[in-house]
Structure formats: C-alpha cells, structure tokens
C-alpha cells in the first residue's frame, strides 16, 4: 500500500503537536531542570529534526481479513490440512484437477531432482494410522496413494516437528524410489530424515498462485474464492508481523527515539485524560455555570460521561466527552461532544414524547438508536497547540464549547420531561 505524503504530514503534524504540548506541560509542571536534565539523553529538538528528515519509514501494510479469521480458524492445523485434502483431490468439485499435486511434485523435483511420480488415480485420506513399537497409533496428516505410488505430507502450523516421519515412510508398502515426503511448514525447518523435504506454506501458496491462471476455465467460481482465501490467509500467518517494521524499530537509533516518542505521547494522553476526568478540578467550573453535571471516569484513553446529577437519574441523561481525537486527528485537534440518552427506558420516554421536546427546541440529530444508548445530538470542540498547553486553558475551552452546544439546556429539558412523566405516573 502506498504511503502518501499526506500521511506523512499528518503524522508529523501530530507528533509535532505532542512535543509542543509535552514541553509545555513539562515546563509548567517541573520547569527549566526537567528540560535539561532530558537534553542529557534525546533533546525534544532532536526528536524533533529526527522526525523531519526522516524518510525511510516503512510503508504501512494492512492485513487482509479471510473467512478463516472471521471463523476463528486461520492458525489451527487441522483445518489447514482439511483445505488441503480438498484440494489435492484431482476429482474434487473445485474443477482444478491436478493443479496441487502436480505443482507439489514440480517443487519437489527443484528440491531433490526427483522425477515427478505418475500418480494415476490415486486416493487422498489424512489421520491414516500408523502403531510405534510400543502400540501407540500415530497419524499421518495427509496421504496420496495409488496403488503404487505415494506422496506422505506432515502439516505443520505452529507446532514443532516431533513427529516419527520414519514409521510414516514405511506406512505405504512399495519401494523408496515411488515415494515422496514432503513436511509443510510455515518456515523452513529441518525435518530430520533422509526422504522428507520442508516446503513452507508461502512457497507452496506462490507456486500455486503462478499456475492457476491454467485452470481459470474449469474451476468452479466458490471454489476459487475458498482458495484465494486460504492463500491470503497463508501470507497473514507467515508474516504476523510487518518485516520492515521490525527491522526499522530494532535499529539501534531508531528504536531510542521511537521508544522516547512513544514515553511522549503516553504522558501526553496521560496529562489529557488527567484533565477532562478530575472531578475535583472541573466540579468548581460546572457550579460556576449553574451545572449540575458529575464526572464518570471510564479509564479507557477515548471518553468520559459528565451525566445530569439528579435523583433517579445517574447515567440516564449525560454529555459524552470523546477526546481521543484530540491527539489521534487528521482534519482537527478536537472533541466529539455528545448529548447520550443512557438507558433503554429512557430512550423510550424520550421516543414516546419527542414532539413535546420538539416544541421546546430539542430534536435529535440522526445519529442512531442502540439498545442501550441514544447519541441525540453532537458537537466539536476544536483545540489549539495552547489551548492544549495549560491547564486552565484547556478547562475554560472545554467549558465555553460545552456552552456553545447548548446540550446542558437541551439535557434539563429531557431530565425536566422525565421528572414530569415520573411524578403523573406516581399520581394515577
């Protein structure tokens, strides 16, 4: 995937923003001793400059999602051995005929210089039993047998190679020369005995990925579709980690600015959260402005609930403050403002009388009805680098945008409105 110089701006731009906050918020809370007691190690300057010349970031890959994901199943063997049973099949439904065991044998004979066996009609089974000397049975996990011929295939995923390939090759009784042994694995390993050869999964993906283009004319369309989904889900668990990525970070240099930039942004996160959920520092503004609002931390690094303090009415009428955004941001530094309907039963006193609150100016905005919670309306706070920086700064904005929003006045109506279709209730 191709990284934009776009995405390169944003990502300077928010790394940037998180270093003039931090410097800020570390001058007003430690002064001038915490900057140079820093510049012993990574100056912000440094990290900064780092930033701007660096051009060697590696590009940002995103993993596909397979079927196999969704179902659970993309790392566990067993699974992975009964797709390739189906395959190697050359009379199976999915119309690709000897596409697998040839493109198998063609593999083994760059491997070995084996001619490629004939395999005429031949059966595919897997978990074909084997008894050790002391009786135990022991399971071949796929075998293709004529009646002369054969290929054994031990399937690998995660799990070692501890397997006793040698009672596996004697299974088929015919001579050395018309067998073939193969270990798949996602990594090549050593397999220990003289007749098997690893081929990892990717290699085996690949080839078969090269001539499927042969066999487009009978393959059977779902099928195709299984099969590209088990290749891509091959590359997903070969690679579970971006190789750049790895190679960038463990770079001596790299990974000390990387690790500091990361300290960074944790105490910037930090410092945010710290603000918008100290009941202690924000309770005198809301009594300032006539607010009865209580503070509910939810310590997850996205939102916290300012809900309307009422009798019998906690959590059931609320501004949701999302601020996440205000550090993980393309367009704008900001907060998501929402006025939250917090329970079933208050959505359906709300749903019920939503005329009554029209006519006094409330009306939702589109946003949809879950279960259990109703976003009714929405606003953004946008913020500046020194709005960011102090801390009262960064209070009063948050005061004047919740003002702008009009949702504390909009919230009243719908705790009045409750209250009221409470107190008929009561008196019937």
């Known amino acids: 995937m191709k990284k934009s110089k776009k995405s390169d701006i944003t990502i300077s731009r928010a790394i940037s923003c998180c270093l003039v906050i ?22 912000l300057k440094e990290l900064s400059d780092w930033l701007k010349h660096l051009n060697k970031m590696p590009k940002k890959t995103i993993r596909k999602l397979t079927y196999m994901d969704i ?39 760059e491997e070995t210089g084996k001619e490629p066996l004939k395999m005429d009609s031949f059966n595919v089974s897997r978990e074909e039993g084997v008894r050790d000397e002391k009786g135990n049975n022991k399971r071949i996990d796929i075998l293709l047998q004529s009646d002369e011929e054969a290929i054994i295939i031990e399937n690998k995923v995660n799990a070692n190679l501890y397997n006793r390939l040698d009672l596996y090759w004697k299974r088929p009784s015919m001579p050395d ?36 283009p042969d066999y487009f004319r009978k393959v059977e369309p779902k099928a195709l579709i299984f099969l590209q989904d088990f290749i891509q889900n091959i590359y997903n668990v070969t690679h579970s980690m971006n190789e750049e990525e790895i190679k960038f970070y463990f770079d001596e240099e790299n990974r000390k600015k990387i690790n500091r930039l990361a300290e960074i942004r944790n105490n910037v ?21 006539g607010w009865k609002l209580s503070v509910k931390k939810k310590d997850n690094n996205e939102y916290v609930y300012y809900y309307f303090d009422f009798d019998n ?33 208050m959505i359906g006193t709300v749903e019920k009388h939503l005329q009554e609150l029209k ?25 500046t680098i020194e709005d960011l920086s102090n801390e ?9 945008g919740i003002e702008e929003s009009g949702f504390y006045d909009d919230g009243m109506k719908i705790v009045e409105l409750s209250k009221k279709r409470l107190n008929a209730y009561l008196h019937l």
């Open 313 to 345: 009415m906690q959590h059931k009428v609320m501004l949701t403050v999302i601020y996440n955004c205000l550090w993980n941001y393309t367009n704008k530094c900001r907060i998501e403002l929402y006025l939250e309907i917090g329970t079933s039963e």
């Open 359 to 383: 006519n006094q100016g409330v009306e939702p905005e589109g946003h949809k009805k879950r279960k259990n919670y109703w976003h009714f309306k929405k606003h953004e706070i946008s913020f």
């Open 177 to 212: 020369d018309n067998k073939r042994g193969v270990v798949f694995s996602l990594k090549k390993i050593e397999t220990n005995h003289p007749n098997f050869i690893c081929i990892t999964h990717e290699r085996f993906a690949k080839a078969i990925e090269c001539a499927l």
């Open 71 to 109: 179902a659970g199943i993309n790392h566990l063997e067993n699974h992975w051995s009964f797709i390739y049973l189906y395959f190697f099949n050359p009379k199976g439904s999915h119309g690709l005929s000897r596409l697998f065991v040839d493109t198998l044998q063609k593999i083994i004979l």
């Open 22 to 43: 931090y410097k800020n918020v570390l001058l007003r809370n430690c002064g001038i001793q915490a900057l140079n007691d820093m510049d012993k190690n990574l100056t």
């Open 269 to 289: 996160i930090n410092y945010i959260k710290e603000v918008l959920e100290n009941s202690d520092r924000l309770k005198p503004y809301f009594q300032e402005n």
């Open 392 to 400: 009262i700064a960064f209070i009063e904005r948050l005061i004047a």
